[in-house]
């Protein structure tokens, strides 16, 4: 299996919060700011982990516009 790289505009003064919530489920996918005034980021999906980090996200979007591009 093979690392799968998402891309998504977010609220970009979230950004860091979003971060940082990936940052505290190790291992699960890293987030890259591509373009911070765009509030563009790249998932880097860990594999075997794309039902996880879609049921964050999913959870994340109650409180945070994300859109997958």
Aim: charge should be positive; hydrophobic fraction near 45%; include cysteine.
């Amino acid at each position: 299996m093979r690392t799968i790289y998402k891309n998504y505009v977010v609220e970009k003064s979230r950004i860091g919060f979003l971060k940082f919530i990936f940052e505290a489920h190790d291992g699960l996918a890293v987030i890259t700011t591509l373009d911070a005034k765009k509030g563009l980021v790249r998932f880097a999906i860990a594999p075997g982990c794309v039902n996880e980090t879609r049921t964050i996200l999913n959870d994340l979007k109650k409180d945070i516009s994300i859109n997958e591009v």
